[in-house]
T-cell receptor, first 115, second 113 residues
């Protein structure tokens, strides 16, 4: 199984809603990532979890709250978002090693629209 | 700080022809990894090819090959016998340690039938 599975694929929410994005992998990877991507732009790193602990937070606003319940699952909780937060949210995973030599595996993404 | 530059925002190529996408990077590290990722329209981002900086031999994967010039900090991707399925955004990426990938701004490639 070389898949990273993201749900939902599409999400429309109002600025007062609370929703969550989910990501799952069963490759035994110990590093998991959230990226935000606007159209025709590169992915922007938001968060990295390493061995289920938050290791990188790229100064993301608190209306985005990540959670890693176990080594296979990564969530992104959304609350009080702004229209400019509309984007494709990508989850990725990689083998954790002291000197990275692996590959970043991406999910298909969750396309978020904030009204 | 590491930076990755792709100077060609858009490119096009005739089907069956060869095209080269450019990527330059800036780093003071001596050991690192370089990648080309492909993102077709509305589809998943997938790895095309990767290169370890300590290896002098250029990586090759079927129709995809790289020209890695370490001294010049250049990492170009050559696609031979272009196919319609090669139409996609291509991102060059760099990592030297930890989990911080640096992506270039991307090149939108269109293969024309």
């Amino acid at each position: 199984d070389t898949e990273v599975t993201q749900t939902p694929k599409h999400l429309v929410m109002g600025m007062t809603n609370k929703k969550s994005l989910k990501c799952e992998q069963h490759m035994g990877h110990r590093a998991m990532y959230w990226y935000k991507q606007k159209a025709k732009k590169p992915p922007e790193l938001m968060f990295v979890y390493s061995y289920e602990k938050l290791s990188i937070n790229e100064s993301v606003p608190s209306r985005f709250s990540p959670e890693c319940p176990n080594s296979s699952l990564l969530n992104l909780h959304l609350h009080a978002l702004q229209p400019e937060d509309s984007a494709l949210y990508l989850c990725a995973s990689s083998q954790e090693s002291s000197g990275f030599d692996g590959e970043l595996f991406f999910g298909e993404g969750s396309r978020l629209t904030v009204l | 700080a590491q930076t990755v530059t792709q100077s060609q925002p858009e490119m096009s190529v005739q089907e069956a022809e060869t095209v080269t996408l450019s990527c330059t990077y800036d780093t003071s590290e001596s050991n690192y990894y370089l990648f080309w990722y492909k993102q077709p329209p509305s589809r998943q981002m997938i790895l095309v090819i990767r290169q370890e900086a300590y290896k002098q031999q250029n990586a090759t994967e079927n129709r995809f090959s790289v020209n890695f010039q370490k001294a010049a900090k250049s990492f170009s991707l050559k696609i031979s016998d272009s196919q319609l399925g090669d139409t996609a955004m291509y991102f060059c990426a760099f990592i030297h340690t930890g989990n911080q990938f640096y992506f270039g701004t991307g090149t939108s490639l269109t293969v024309i039938p």
